[in-house]
């Protein structure tokens, strides 16, 4: 399914705007309000367009503040367990909002579905933190999910 | 019969008696999903200190931008037409972009160049050379940019949208473009 060709700009503008997120954050970590700007964006052209994203990348950023969520910088995670399961809590220190996600080894495989194998043209993970020089990553689609 | 009848309207009859309601408690604060006034006094925008923060420390931003819009047109300089560029950048976002201001109604905004780090609703936020914020507003503007040997002319007056409801809007042309 090549897809409407608006949707495949917005899916350009979306994750250029992720890079240049991480590209500010890698420059100068303490400047996080700039990050949260360009996220804050993001978040509302996805919104307006109604733009799936893949859950990879909606992990990383925080749906209270619309941060960028970096473990270490901007926010924690630890490991808990509760009910005999391990769960990873990620807590944003801006608006100290947490997430929990599932940690269980046995059951990695939502990754691999085959619904997700068909649409996968780009890889799945989330591009990269740039370090100092901008790396010619191309900005191909990495949240389009069929 | 007939006073039966009252009688037996009268037994029937509901009556209200006192009353009270129990408001819930208040309606439970929503889940944070939009938090919008507490949001924005937590400074979410710029605050002076990254003036501090070197122009060449948004370089690479601008690189990638320029990446970026070079990945979206596809292609430099050969034939493509500039309607396609135009359109294209009506839809792009412009953040890191190398803008300039060519003609404005007020004197002192023209000449202003730098890297665009903020775009919201009326204004552009630009960083100077020289390290200073300068924030322009949209109106009565034309700001150019420039990639790859193609000059952009962009009127301020008619892109009075936040950046993120741009690229969900079509445009039309309409009314003059002047200053």
């Known amino acids: 399914m090549a897809g409407p060709v608006k949707d495949r700009e917005a899916f350009q503008r979306l994750s250029f705007l992720y890079q240049a997120a991480h590209c500010v954050l890698a420059q100068d970590p303490t400047n996080q309000a700039l990050a949260r700007f360009y996220c804050h964006t993001e978040r509302t052209i996805a919104k307006r367009l109604v733009l799936r994203r893949d859950p990879s990348v909606k992990r990383t950023l925080c749906r209270g503040c619309s941060s960028l969520l970096i473990p270490g910088l901007t926010c924690t995670q630890r490991q808990r367990r509760c009910r005999g399961q391990r769960w990873t809590v990620q807590t944003c220190l801006t608006c100290q909002r947490s997430q929990r996600f599932l940690n269980d080894p046995d059951h990695l495989l939502w990754g691999d579905r085959p619904e997700a194998q068909l649409g996968s043209q780009a890889d799945l993970k989330p591009p990269q933190p740039l370090p100092n020089a901008a790396h010619p990553i191309p900005a191909h689609l990495p949240e389009e999910k069929v | 019969m007939s006073q039966q009848a009252r009688e037996d309207q009268l037994q029937r009859k509901a009556v209200v008696l006192e009353y009270s309601t129990r408001r819930k408690q208040k309606e439970k604060k929503k889940k944070s999903k939009g938090l919008s006034a507490r949001q924005r006094r937590e400074l979410r925008l710029f605050d002076i200190k990254p003036e501090q923060q070197r122009y060449s420390l948004f370089l690479p931003l601008h690189e990638l931008w320029k990446q970026y819009i070079r990945d979206l047109c596809g292609g430099l300089k050969p034939d493509t037409q500039p309607q396609m560029i135009q359109a294209k950048l009506l ?82 042309a309409k009314g003059t473009v002047d200053l």
């Open chain 2, 91 to 172: 839809k792009a976002d412009l953040h890191g972009a190398l803008v300039s201001v060519t003609k404005s109604k007020c004197p002192s905004y023209v000449g202003v160049t730098g890297i665009l780090l903020q775009e919201t609703k009326y204004v552009f936020k630009i960083l100077t050379k020289e390290d200073r914020l300068k924030v322009v507003p949209k109106l009565n503007c034309v700001f150019t940019v420039e990639i790859d040997g193609f000059i952009s002319y962009i009127y301020g007056s008619k892109f009075r949208l936040r950046s993120s409801e741009r690229s969900a809007k079509k445009f039309k």
